[in-house]
Structure formats: C-alpha cells, structure tokens
T-cell receptor
C-alpha cells in the first residue's frame, strides 16, 4: 500500500459526459501528479500540482483540467468525454515540488474509466 | 525530448529461470532511472531506482545498473518465481528545467510458469 488513495476505482459513463476523479496523496506529500495509461499511448504524464499550484503540464487535453485543494487532495476533471478517453488514470505523489530527479513518486491504485 | 525504450513482451519464463528485460533511454541532463512493477489489477509500485551513473539499484532479488556509456538500465533477476508475473516499466525523470514528471517505456509483460 503506497498511501496514495484514488476514488472511484471504476467509472463507466457515456460519450459527452463529464467525470471527476479524486486523489489523496500520501501523508506529508505536497506534490501530486496525474498520469494516463492507455493501450495505444502507454503511460503518459498529464499534469502536476505542488502545494495547490500547477507545476508542470504534459500531454493533457484542453477538455481535461485539474486542481489541488488546500488539504492537498487533487481532482482531475474530464469533460466532453470521447471513446478514446477510456483508460486507467493514475495519481502519484511526492514530497517536494519535483525539482529533484532522484525523488520517488508513489502511485495510487488508479481509476479505470470506460466511456461507452 | 526524453524517451525510454523497453523490449517488447510478453516474456514467458519457467520458474527459476534467469530474467533480463532491456531498457535504454534518451535524455538530456542527468536523469534518475526507475523500474516500476504493476501486478494484475493493481497500481504501480516502485521496484528499484538508480540516481547516477554506475549506481546499482536492487530490491527483492531484482537488480539494474545505470550505464551512462550505453544509456541503459536493464532489469535482471537470477531466479524468477511465479509471483513475479507482472508488467514491468522502465522510467526516467530529470531534465535541465528541474521538473521531473516520469517518462515511461511501454512496459514488458512477464509471465512465469511453474
């Protein structure tokens, strides 16, 4: 158990809908990362927050957004969903803002999203 | 940009066989290198890491050595068990800008049969 929690575990929805995925980092960690794992693209970095502020952006679509709240939990919002958004979405956390390449990221169990 | 290339799977081995999963990388700066493992139905777990050239990471009988001259970080285990069946991901972090999202390889599925 990494200490990172994600809810829900599974989500089934329809095209055009909007969903929110939630992540709670390990106790004491200030940085949250979101990754998408799909069959065709593999594991890709989406976005990172540190202590409530956006820190780095990866291959995140404009239809997707995220935020980190004062209690440090984070939410990933996916809107106007398409079939291709079906994937496993992981959250990871680390202590620092991500300036140290040696720092380990700890992953949650993921949310599996299926868009029908 | 940074990238990681892993050997394609799936890899099927008998119990107690020797395992090698190849990983090579392209990166600017001095990245750290990681192996993560994903057991069926679970999230990613850090298996081992190495943060500078010639460092060897090790855990649970798995080893990998950071080779800067060949830009490689191959994963090895001397004697695999059925419980090692999982998907293994090689990853790197670290750029000149200092931001360190992980860049992953595509993963290698390992099946160990008794």
């Amino acid at each position: 158990d990494s200490g990172v929690t994600q809810t829900p575990k599974h989500l089934i929805t329809a095209t055009g809908q909007r969903v929110t995925l939630r992540c709670s980092p390990r106790s004491g960690d200030l940085s949250v990362y979101w990754y998408q794992q799909s069959l065709d693209q593999g594991l890709q970095f989406l976005i990172q927050y540190y202590n409530g502020e956006e820190r780095a952006k990866g291959n995140i679509l404009e239809r997707f957004s995220a935020q980190q709240f004062p209690d440090l939990h984070s939410e990933l919002n996916l809107s106007s969903l398409e079939l291709g958004d079906s994937a496993l979405y992981f959250c990871a956390s680390s202590l620092m803002p991500g300036q140290d390449p040696q720092e380990t990221q700890y992953f949650g169990p993921g949310t599996r999203l299926l868009v029908l | 940009g940074n990238s990681v290339t892993q050997m394609e799977g799936p890899v099927t081995l008998s119990e107690e066989a020797f395992l090698t999963i190849n990983c090579t990388y392209t990166a600017t700066g001095y990245p750290s290198l990681f192996w993560y493992v994903q057991y069926p139905g679970e999230g990613l777990q850090l298996l081992l890491k190495a943060t500078k050239a010639d460092d060897k990471g090790s855990n649970k009988g798995f080893e990998a050595t950071y080779r800067k001259e060949t830009t490689s970080f191959h994963l090895e285990k001397g004697s695999v068990q059925v419980s090692d069946s999982a998907v293994y991901f090689c990853a790197l972090s670290g750029t000149y800008s200092g931001n360190t999202p992980l860049v992953f390889g595509k993963g290698t599925r390992l099946s160990v049969i008794a």
